[in-house]
């Protein structure tokens, strides 16, 4: 099993839906969790940590399970600049190696 | 500005010509990584350093050098490329203070070895 598996897409959506993605880790010692957004041949950047509270940050919602080890990103009223690849990040800890998943590739349509 | 810096940002070598890429941060950040990116094989770290004079091997080191001599400058060095090594590749840091502290990447080198 993969240390952090995505929804594989490609997920197509049109303007204005709400579209979730939804990632697994299997590491129970992890304790840092990332969302990254990735545009085509550039580099990640960060789209937001994730809390075990769950946070939001305008229309992304993220939400962290321990539990269950599972990690979502929700996004809202989608635009079409949200076209992207959408890495879940998982890391152990502190300074330790960050683990990324193969990422889940979304083009909004108008 | 705070940022990771990548240098060249595009190159073509031959096989067996020595070649170092070039990374450099601004922000005062302890951990350093190099990693690539290859189709349906997602980010794969290639060496860490979480300090001055320390580096670690990631998941796919062979093939690649790396060294620390300031906690700014983090070189990747091929010995000798070889086709394989052909690949997209990106340079990060992060702080170490807090445990949540994300990656920063600079803005990759594109690598073609014929």
């Known amino acids: 099993r993969k240390e952090v598996e995505q929804d594989p897409g490609p997920f197509n959506v049109p303007e204005g839906a709400t579209v979730a993605f939804n990632c697994t880790y299997s590491?129970?010692?992890?304790?840092?969790f990332f969302w990254y957004r990735q545009d085509c041949r550039k580099e990640p950047k960060l789209l937001m940590s994730?809390?075990?509270s769950g946070n939001e940050d305008g229309r992304f919602t993220a939400q962290l399970n321990r539990a269950s080890q599972y990690i979502s990103l929700l996004i809202r009223d989608s635009k079409l600049s949200d076209s992207a690849t959408y890495l879940c990040?998982?890391?152990?800890?502190?300074?330790?190696?960050?683990?990324f998943g193969p990422g889940t590739r979304l083009s909004v349509l108008p | 500005e705070a940022q990771v810096t990548q240098n060249p940002r595009y190159l073509i070598t031959v096989t067996g010509k020595k070649l170092t890429v070039t990374c450099s941060q601004n922000?005062?950040?302890?951990?350093m990584s190099w990693y690539r990116q290859d189709p349906g094989l997602g980010l794969r770290q290639i060496y860490y350093?979480?300090?001055?004079?320390?580096?670690d091997k990631g998941d796919v080191p062979e093939g690649y050098k790396v060294s620390r001599k300031e906690k700014r400058n983090f070189p990747l060095i091929l010995e000798s490329p070889s086709p394989n090594q052909t690949s997209l590749y990106f340079c990060?840091?992060?702080?170490?203070?807090?445990?949540?502290?994300?990656?920063?990447f600079g803005n990759g080198t594109r690598l073609t070895v014929t």
């Open positions: 990060a840091s992060r702080g170490t203070v807090s445990y949540n502290s994300p990656l920063h």
């Open positions: 590491n129970s010692a992890s304790q840092s």
């Open positions: 994730v809390y075990s």
């Open positions: 990040v998982v890391t152990p800890g502190r300074g330790q190696n960050f683990v």
């Open positions: 922000m005062n950040h302890e951990y």
């Open positions: 350093s979480m300090n001055v004079e320390v580096t």
